[in-house]
């Protein structure tokens, strides 16, 4: 393997300046409830907010300020994600079985958690997509109570109306105008507009990871996301202008993004630079895609298939393409990645939209050990025994002699005493 193209020194994501700056968040919001979401709302998103909560004439409103074949095309990839959810909860069951030793039932309940906290980001531009992502396996799973949050869209000084739609079509059940650290704050401790919840799911930038990191514990989290990322395996067959555009397509996500491709075949990676020159001159986000690339692409050129399979496998990307001669059969060799997308007709874009798998990912290797939100993100598969006084008997010597040998007494005596 040889590198054609490498990236600069990474970018730093975390910081000591992020780190305190949002523990001086997390501190305010606990100690002034709604008026510092509102103050800081005004500071960070320019917002003059009165009431956090939106309401449903709020909802009503978004609805008509948003063009019908948007709506529509919301609806439709609802649908996908609701037919992939259901199907992800008709694999996992709850539990219920006799053990060999009689008198002792074992099993497992799959139980929803009671609030889930949804962070939808809004940055440069709105993210309704997100807003379907979190909230429709939530509540396929069964959550209770579905809060959302996105901060205030400068344009419209309150959450842009295509989110609060996909918020709506969703099925949210409180929708607040808090965005950045707060929102997470605000999640995790609760204000007087907004009961706190037992998870937090969502990606955002480095003060909501930072912030998630630091009130994980308090309340659960997803993950901790880093850069948005894709790395793209292809040989002699790929299409370059495929892959050229799948390489801008990840680069316009921000400065930090990083866009990977290992290839078998050197030949056509200057067709590919030139297709991405040409292509990012048609875009109003080439240029800054091309500068992230720049900045963070990598080419590297594999000196075999098998090869460039265990450098995506060693790499676990967030999303990876395969765009090979036979791309079913060479995704069996594949196995370390967040989401996959086999065969050139699948580029990332239809997995961030409407194809039905969910699009918060694992980032920064994390693939090798976790998985994207999911229905079991919002489900606790808690432990349960139903033991009988025949159970009891069968069981008590063991326990009884494990419990004297940690000299766990008290425990010892709960068994022998039943025995009586």
Known sequence: MKYYKSAKEAKEVRDAHATKAVADIICQVRQQGDQALKDLAKKFDHADLTELRVTKDDIKKAYEQVDDKVVESFQKAAEQI?????????CIKPLDVQSPIAGVE???????????????PGGRFPLPSTALMLTIPAKIAGVKRVAACSPANKQFGTIHPATLVAMDIAGADEIYTVGGAQAIAALAYGTESIKKVDLIAGPGNRYVTEAKRQVMGTVGIDSLAGPSEVLIVADETANPEYIAIDLLAQSEHDAFAKSILVTTDESKVPEILKAMEELAAKLPTGEAAMQSFEDNGTIMIADSMEEMADIANDAAPEHLEVHTKDPVEYSKKLYQFGSLFIGEDAPVALGDYCSGTNHTLPTMKNAKFSNGVWVGTFLKTSFVQ????EGLKNLSETCMTMAHTEGLAAHEMSVALRLK
């Open 386 to 389: 139903h033991i009988t006084k």
């Open 82 to 90: 609701t037919f992939y959810a259901k199907a992800q909860l008709d």
């Open 106 to 120: 074992l099993g497992h309940r799959l139980i929803p958690v009671d609030g889930a906290g949804l962070y939808v």
